[in-house]
């Protein structure tokens, strides 16, 4: 192959909890009925305020411990601002600066894959769009569940590869009970970053690819992606830093937009919730 392939991955698993990540209304995934479990906390009303799930806590850094990761002594949450109707506060409870997890790694094919971060932080709502309607309907049900999201480093090379690190963290987050991690249900959320160099050592322009909701859909996105990229470098295109979603009937991605950057989002501390000491061991 001319040109090589770089991969990192953005990985976001709800977590198996009683309660939301801070209110204590029920985190039940397979609630039908719209809007049933929610509360002024999680529907952002005007003087509530936050109370962490240690739960939530304790199972994203069981779930370092098992990558490897160091776990920090001190850890805070971030605000992460940005509009979007499934968002009632215009802000996500995230993290930014000190994550719960750092440096750990997987090993696949008895490579090791390096793990940035996890971190955690909220999920958003759920918009419905009622075909043929003009109007958009939005389920606060799965705003505020914990989400925990692990960040690789680019050390993946395969569409292969890829989806077998996906699996392996799947039976991980299973064995630990920590999500259930259905891909169909959306409670493992893949992000693709895929890049193409013809210097294996050096990284190209990177892509990200959005709602990949199967195994088969990483290996697939990630192959079409090769060949996008291939094709465009080797007409002397430019790749543009973008985030492309993927058709899973047409089985292609599309461009949704030019990637934002974190300065974009305002990061800043969250200033209603404290500190978390960590006391391992
Ligand atoms: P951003 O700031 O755009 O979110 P990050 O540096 O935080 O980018 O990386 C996000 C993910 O993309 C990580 O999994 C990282 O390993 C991966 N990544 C970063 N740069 C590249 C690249 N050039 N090619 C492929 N993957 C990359
Ligand atoms: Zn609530
Ligand atoms: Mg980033």
Same mark, same amino acid.
């Given at each position: 192959?001319?040109? $090589?392939?770089?991969?990192?991955?953005?990985?976001? @698993?709800e %977590?198996?909890?009683?309660?939301?990540? $801070?209110?204590?209304?029920?985190?039940?995934?397979?609630?039908?009925?719209?809007?049933?479990?929610?509360c002024?906390?999680?529907?952002?009303?005007?003087?509530?305020?936050?109370?962490?799930? #240690?739960?939530?806590?304790?199972?994203?850094?069981?779930?370092?411990? @098992?990558?490897?990761? =160091?776990i920090?002594?001190h !850890?805070k949450?971030?605000r992460?601002?940005?509009f979007?109707?499934?968002?009632?506060?215009?802000?996500?409870?995230?993290?930014?600066?000190? +994550?719960?997890?750092?440096?750990?790694?997987?090993?696949?094919n008895?490579r #090791?894959?390096?793990i =940035?971060?996890?971190?955690?932080e909220?999920?958003?709502?759920?918009?419905?769009?009622?075909?043929?309607?003009?109007?958009s309907?939005?389920? $606060?049900?799965?705003?505020?569940?914990?989400?925990?999201?692990?960040?690789?480093? +680019?050390?993946?090379?395969?569409?292969?590869?890829?989806?077998? $690190?996906?699996e392996?963290?799947?039976?991980?987050?299973?064995?630990?009970?920590?999500?259930?991690?259905?891909?169909?249900?959306?409670?493992? =959320?893949?992000?693709?970053?895929? !890049?193409?160099?013809?210097?294996p #050592?050096? %990284?190209?322009?990177?892509?990200? *690819?959005?709602? %990949?909701?199967?195994?088969?859909?990483?290996?697939?996105?990630?192959?079409y992606?090769?060949?996008?990229?291939?094709?465009? %470098?080797?007409?002397?295109?430019?790749?543009? &830093?973008?985030?492309?979603?993927?058709?899973?009937?047409?089985?292609?991605?599309?461009? &949704?937009?030019?990637?934002?950057?974190?300065?974009?989002?305002?990061y800043?501390?969250?200033?209603?919730l404290?500190?978390? #000491? *960590?006391?391992?061991?």
């Open positions: 192959m001319a040109y $090589f392939p770089t991969i990192g991955l953005e990985i976001h @698993a %977590l198996k909890t009683k309660s939301k990540m $801070f209110c204590s209304c029920a985190n039940n995934p397979d609630e039908k009925k719209a809007n049933i479990n929610i002024p906390i999680c529907t952002a009303q005007p003087g509530t305020l936050p109370v962490i799930n #240690k739960e939530a806590v304790r199972k994203v850094i069981k779930t370092g411990l @098992a990558l490897n990761c =160091r920090s002594e !850890s949450f971030d992460k601002n940005y979007y109707p499934d968002l009632p506060k215009a802000y996500q409870i995230s993290q930014y600066y000190l +994550p719960f997890c750092q440096n750990g790694y997987l090993k696949i008895n #090791k894959i390096r =940035r971060e996890i971190h955690l909220e999920d958003t709502g759920k918009l419905i769009h009622p075909q043929g309607a003009d109007y309907l939005v389920d $606060f049900n799965r705003a505020g569940i914990p989400l925990m999201e692990l960040v690789t480093e +680019p050390d993946i090379h395969s569409a292969k590869e890829a989806k077998k $690190f996906a392996e963290l799947r039976l991980i987050f299973r064995y630990l009970d920590v999500s259930d991690a259905n891909m169909e249900k959306g409670q493992m =959320r893949c992000e693709v970053n895929i !890049s193409l160099n013809k210097d #050592k050096k %990284l190209g322009v990177k892509v990200e *690819i959005k709602n %990949l909701n199967s195994f088969r859909a990483v290996e697939k996105g990630i192959d992606e090769i060949e996008r990229q291939t094709k465009m %470098l080797e007409s002397r295109k430019k790749i543009i &830093q973008e985030t492309r979603g993927w058709n899973n009937v047409k089985e292609i991605t599309f461009s &949704q937009r030019e990637k934002e950057e974190a300065h974009d989002y305002r800043f501390p969250e200033p209603d404290p500190m978390i #000491k *960590i006391l391992t061991r």
